[in-house]
């Protein structure tokens, strides 16, 4: 038999009068406050007269849904001191959002248990308690703690929230607690009053706070107390007279009748299970029911004897805190979790199954949070996700918004190859209609990373990684589009993410190194200097070039750290080979990032390495690209023009690659321009290329017209090397003089003189 059973161990309170036992409604909204002030203004009056108002809206937003005996007024009063409590906590110098943990409990403590009272609460305080109690008076409330008072106030909620919960269960615990020794003390009372008196067994199943049902062994009801009567809507014809075998439900598990079948026959003395009853209304009972087998004085099976606990209001409350942690708030799709928990089970199939996934990212989201506010952001995010739960429609496809501008769409079958392509069709084509927003309208693009397989090959996180790469792929290749996962490109990018996470201690472990490529004056073929080209003996991938890792140290900031070293190591590299030559200067050349050029170190770090190596600040030439300074403001060119007052030159590195108008030439502080090797590649052949020829013809007319230099790179062969020279380029580096190598080598040949200038 299964019958529902009440709360034992805690006073039981009847609803109020015309309380239907219906399923929750939404949570009560908080009321205006009576007469008094507008909501867009601190309340008047003092500080208790505004906690007196606090709680008379607290008390109108919560009693209706409290199962209480006091009286409205009675109940109001006692909310009073606890009103005071989170105004003071509100106004402590050391903020403690443990007190409202307190606050929580004693709302529990006056039987406010209905979850409409804990979402009435919060809302009140969220609506009102800064309103009303953020000021200690009303003519200074100011703006200064405003946004800390909200910030306490939000943290109160969740105090108030966590408090609620815990003395809920704690609560609950000792009902239970109390409700097993019930059912002993019932069966036991209730064995003993049918051997010997009718009369003690009748005040016992009475009196008992859980549902009691006694049944025959048919399964036949022959007796039901009040408990149990109001469990089932209070009327007898429904629960008396009836058959256990009526009360099925499509949620019952397939052991409840099982057990229930052993106990009739006498193999099994109780059970207990947890089973949902319909109602005569059609709304759901759920209770704990504990069923136990009562013997005659023989031992043979006579009566089944039923206690019920009535868990409905614990488990709805238990169904929304689930629905909440699994989903967005924002948005109402299912969140990461969830989305794991759905992915797990598709990767987990058995047989032939097949997976595609969705990852798409918005392409310039922040632009809009940073013009016109997040709230704005958040409306387009919802926006968004309606329309992608308009595009996953089918069977086995799900969406979820992972966090931020970030959402995934799921789709199994056996045929998700097309499934997801068209999955992703649909969700960029839903994405290109405008969203109005704010009286203008807003062109969202995405990018999508697809990864589609085979399920029992992936874990979740990996799926979800490669999905994250291909995405940040389409992203790079100009966003609003899709790209399917590569394996050979994860693996690059998986790299470059360990490379990222190298770098720092790559430093402190001392894995960089130094080559210096020779500058030769083409005139004579003399050294002239050299330039400073960072390596990375990295222990797995052998030798690394700057290519391979300046980028991503620019990304992390480590550039700043890094370019100090190599500007350190190569000052004083050009020191020692000062000392080695007799005094002779050859110049070092270092490059500077875009970043450390808005580092506002840059000028005194460098007079200090200068200062500290003892070199003359002439000896020293920095090589700035020339996109860095493209547009670049007088704020961005004064380091560089303080640098070249000291007497450093500043070469313009890669230049004709920038698009830059030769005009600003005039107002850049360079005395170096050096000339991109995409010049040289037209002379490698003669005769050269004519086109390339009146470039660099244009160019040096036009560098040493503003009193600059020009070195060229990457000349590999001897006829480069002499049309350039006859076009009158200064000096020279590249493979045709030598190879970046060790300091000593351009000792050497600084020494020998030997590299040839003509073909």
Known sequence: MRLPAQTAGSPQIAAKPGAAQAPAQAPAQAPEPAPGPGRGAAPHGGLEDRIARFATIWSRAIFPVTATSLTRVEFEQHLVPLARTLTDALHA??????????????????????????????GVIES?????????TPDS???EGAEESRSRCARLQHGIAAGFARALRERTLREQEAIARSALTARSDAQQALHASEERFRAVFEGAAVG?????????????????LQMFGGLEGHVRSRNVSEWGHPDDTPHVWRMYGELVRGERESY??????????????????????LRDADGLPQYQLALMEDTTERRLLNLRLRYEATHDALTGLPNRTLFFERLEKALSAAGDSRFGLCYLDLDGFKAVNDSLGHSAGDRLLVEVADRLQSCATGPGEVVARLGGDEFVALTTGPDTEEKVTDLAVRILSALSTPIRLEGRELTVRGSIGIVEGRAR????????????ITMYRAKAAGGNRFEFADAEADARAITRHGLTNALPAALERGEFFIEYQPLVHMHDGSIHGAEALVRWSHPQYGVLGPDRFIPLAERTGLIVPLGRWVLEESVRQARN????LGGASLRINVNLSPTQLHHPGLVADTIAVLEKSGLAPGALCLEVTESALIGADDELLEPLRRLAALGVDIALDDFGTGYSNLANLRRLPVSVLKLDRSFTQGMQQQPADPVDVKIVEGIVALAHSLELAVTVEGVETGAQAAQLRALGCDTAQGWYYARPGAPDRIHTLSLSDAVPTAS
């Not at 299970?273 to 087998?293: A, F, I, M």
């Not at 080979?577 to 080695?580: A, G, K």
């Open 93 to 122: 110098r050391r903020f403690d959002a443990g007190i409202a943990q307190k606050v929580g409990a004693e709302l529990v403590a006056v039987h406010c248990t209905d979850p409409e009272a804990l979402a009435g609460t919060l």
């Open 128 to 136: 009102y308690l800064v309103l009303y109690c953020g000021s200690p």
């Open 141 to 143: 409330p100011g703006t």
């Open 212 to 228: 009691i049902g006694i049944a025959d062994l048919d399964g036949n009801v022959l007796e039901a107390n009040d408990a149990l």
């Open 272 to 293: 207990r299970v947890e089973k949902p009853y319909y109602r005569h209304d059609g709304t759901v009972l759920w209770t704990n029911l504990t069923v136990s087998l």
């Open 457 to 468: 090959e992936r874990t979740p996180a990996e799926v979800l990684r490669s999905a994250d």
């Open 577 to 580: 080979w000062q000392r080695q």
